[in-house]
């Protein structure tokens, strides 16, 4: 394959296939030059009639052949098994599926700061390092040491150098006892990044209502950020939440019709992640850790 080669991947079963074909490809595709960007999707369920949509629509649809475990954990082998059959990819962005929409045009972050993973922390957050222990990792207490006051790189849009993201893989997943653990990846994620070094992209790469320190704004179902008085489109909106009771956006989707802010839920979030903080913050200097 001539020239050079991107590649956008993310993995799906069938209780967010609806959403992937009808928000998540087709904001990419409305929105992203894919000129020089192949889109991955890897099948973890999907149906026939959504599997033939998708791929007449010109996304390479690949059946999962790691399905022992959490998606969110497999994700990251499968698409690893993937780079080193397919090596003419020099970059790869993984991101989520069932709760991301692109509205801008992020195709330059593949050209730059090539050498190093890049990524968008987030300034609320839960101590994640937390639910890590050895029963799900192997050295857990390192992991947790060397990420306790990190702020956390949240694993839902990613871009990596295809090396790097291969390395990433073939290091940390190695650890893992529970493959079905929930929470693995973000973690293993940031272990690796803050080993290595990262660069940390601006927050409208990965906008999060709940974690992000930011105004926003929601015209016609288009996320903005308020800053010094001027609307900024955000590239990517990720309505993230680990249950649908913690999701920062109702009817979160594609188009003027879809996205209706929550800010009782949004609010409540950052007090208890706020709170956790401080609550540990003194534990530890109580026990002098």
């Known amino acids: 394959m001539a020239g050079k ?41 999907l149906s026939k009639d959504i599997v033939q949509k998708l791929s007449e629509q010109g996304a390479i649809v690949r059946r999962a052949n790691r399905e022992g475990g959490l998606i969110n954990n497999t994700r990251f082998l499968e698409l690893a098994d993937f780079l080193k ?41 839960p101590n994640m390092d937390m639910i890590i222990n050895e029963a799900k990792v192997e050295n857990a207490d390192e992991i947790r040491k060397k990420l ?13 150098p295809r090396d790097v993201y291969i390395d990433f893989v073939e290091r940390t997943f190695s650890r893992i006892k529970d493959i079905y653990a929930w929470g693995v990846d973000m973690i293993l994620l940031n272990y690796y990044a803050y080993e290595n070094g990262f660069f940390k992209l601006p927050v409208i790469y990965n906008f999060i209502p709940t974690t992000a320190r930011v ?31 913690f999701r920062p956006v109702l009817k979160f989707g594609y188009g003027k019709d879809f996205n209706i802010p929550r800010p009782f839920t949004i609010f409540t979030l950052r007090m208890f992640y706020i709170s956790l903080y401080g609550l540990r913050h003194l534990i530890s200097i109580f026990f002098k850790r």
């Open 5 to 45: 080669r991107y590649l956008i991947a993310t993995a799906c079963n069938k209780k967010y296939e609806d959403f992937v074909l009808n928000h998540w490809f087709r904001s990419l595709k409305d929105n992203v030059d894919l000129s020089e960007t192949d889109v991955l999707i890897m099948d973890y369920g």
């Open 148 to 160: 306790w006051k990190k702020q956390l790189i949240n694993a839902g849009f990613v871009v990596y």
């Open 215 to 245: 105004r926003y704004k929601i015209e016609n179902g288009i996320f903005y950020i308020i800053k010094n008085g001027e609307k900024i489109k955000v590239y990517v909106v990720h309505n993230a939440g680990a249950y649908k009771a």
């Open 85 to 125: 059959e397919n090596s003419f990819y020099e970059q790869v962005i993984l991101c989520d599926s069932g709760d991301i929409i692109f509205q801008d045009d992020f195709s330059h972050l593949f050209k730059e700061n090539t050498t190093q993973i890049r990524a968008v922390t987030e300034d609320f957050s």
